[in-house]
């Protein structure tokens, strides 16, 4: 360890570790290995067990509050946001943990939509690390922001906290928790190097943050999958179309206007002010988890003003008009389908230019495709400063081999620069193929 720890005095953890600065927090979450920077064949094996010694040593923190927990493939930061926005409009404070960030790492931790400030942070990491240094636990990056995370939420006394799995679920660090209610977005195929080469190795993985106390809120719907889900034996099982449902979902100026069904109400004309066929399934599941929560039907007037008010940057973020400038950090292949069907929506001349930087692990041929690149004016591959990141060139040539013009410009500021350059008022310019390229582009235009 190169960081120093603070001295300990006497009293709790979080009233020993207010000499720490925020840029000394950073150091030492720099001074720890960074699993979502690594490969697939570079993962250790899966435990909880220094989570679980942590958190013991914490005051069990993860046991302080109420949780809802969340987990899929795709869409678990947008339901995260529904979530936080809908409890948070019944009066609770509510903390939530998401990941990644896309500018800074307080993005990560909130209370009722605001990110926790540097002091507070500074004060959260800070008490880990004495932890760290008191027990000989060394945990990860991740470890320590979950940890942090739900430090923070027992010291600001959060009446309910929404978790959302880093990756996978049954050994995903945030698994410590016990949810009061668990919601499983959808099933992909996605970081088959650690969960599991098919879609039922997957489901079984996120079907591991289900408790047998737990309402189980389900957005897939493959019935092959279904047992997977009924194994873990959770109190109650709601599943999309059977038990809860988007019924109508239409596009608006925007957004979307949605008909929301649940097993104890129907919602109609619902304005949702987000981009995307998908973000409709995404509500409906919101909504059911927090009617599962509180047991019983939420009040119409409460749906619409929360709804009404949810923003999620980096999804099919609308950042500019002429000419219309799109961000959605799909990493997937279905993530990059959705954004596809999504930009149908909007009416543009000619092909996109699309800015495009993935991590390593992806097919990008696949990628691409999903993407519908083959018909893009061009291609601009580019790569963030990740050890994950893929190769620009490779991006370029996989472009290429589709039939796409491709250029490569490696920095994603100046690959968003020169996508503009190129383009005239009327046309469109995506950026997209990983959340930490939109983040950068997102600050590259956003400041």
């Known amino acids: 360890m190169g960081i120093a720890v603070p001295p300990a005095a006497g009293g709790r953890p979080s009233d020993l570790a207010r000499t720490w600065s925020y840029a000394a927090a950073l150091a030492y979450l720099d001074d720890h290995v960074n699993l979502e920077a690594l490969a697939a064949d570079s993962f250790e094996a899966p435990t909880l067990d220094r989570m679980q010694r942590l958190c013991a040593l914490l005051a069990d923190p993860e046991r302080a509050q109420p949780v809802v927990h969340i987990t899929g493939t795709n869409g678990k930061g947008s339901t995260a946001r529904m979530v936080t926005a809908l409890l948070a409009a019944h009066g609770l404070a509510v903390g939530t943990y ?150 109508t979902n239409e596009v608006a100026v925007g957004g979307r206007l949605l008909d929301l069904r649940t097993p104890g109400a129907s919602y109609e004309q619902v304005m949702l002010p987000l981009h995307g066929a998908h973000q409709g399934d995404n509500a409906a599941a919101a909504l059911a988890a927090v009617e599962a929560f509180f047991g019983r039907a939420v009040d119409d007037d409460v749906v619409r003003e929360a709804l009404g008010g949810i923003q999620v940057p980096g999804r099919f973020e609308v950042v500019g008009r002429r000419p219309l400038v799109v961000l959605d950090g799909a990493h997937n292949p279905d993530g990059c389908r959705a954004v596809a069907d999504t930009l149908g929506d909007f009416s543009f001349d000619g092909a996109p230019i699309l800015v495009v930087g993935m991590s390593q692990g992806r097919s990008a041929t696949e990628m691409l495709s999903a993407l519908g690149a083959a018909g893009a004016r061009r291609v601009v591959a580019c790569a963030v400063d990740w050890p994950r990141a893929m190769p620009a060139t490779e991006i370029a040539e996989a472009a290429r081999e589709l039939g796409a013009p491709a250029e490569v410009v490696p920095d994603v500021a100046r690959a968003v620069r020169h996508a503009l350059a190129s383009a005239s008022p009327d046309d469109v310019v995506l950026v997209t193929g990983s959340l930490y390229v939109v983040g950068a582009a997102r600050t590259a235009l956003l400041g």
């Open 98 to 247: 998401t990941s990644p960030d896309l500018a800074r790492v307080n993005e990560r931790i909130s209370r009722n939509g605001e990110p926790i400030d540097d002091v507070d942070f500074a004060e959260a990491v800070a008490t880990v690390a004495r932890l760290e240094e008191a027990s000989g636990i060394h945990p990860s990056r991740f470890e320590i922001l979950t940890l942090a995370a739900l430090g923070w939420f027992a010291d600001a006394a959060v009446d309910v906290a929404v978790v959302e799995v880093g990756m996978g679920g049954r050994w995903d660090a945030t698994n410590v928790v016990e949810g009061t209610v668990a919601v499983v977005t959808n099933i992909g195929v996605d970081h088959t190097g650690v969960l599991g080469p098919t879609r039922a190795d997957i489901a079984t993985e996120k079907a591991g943050i289900v408790e047998p106390s737990a309402t189980l809120v389900l957005g897939e719907t493959d019935p092959a999958l279904l047992p997977v889900f009924e194994a873990t034996g959770p109190a109650a099982l709601w599943q999309r179309h059977r038990d809860f449902d988007c019924l």
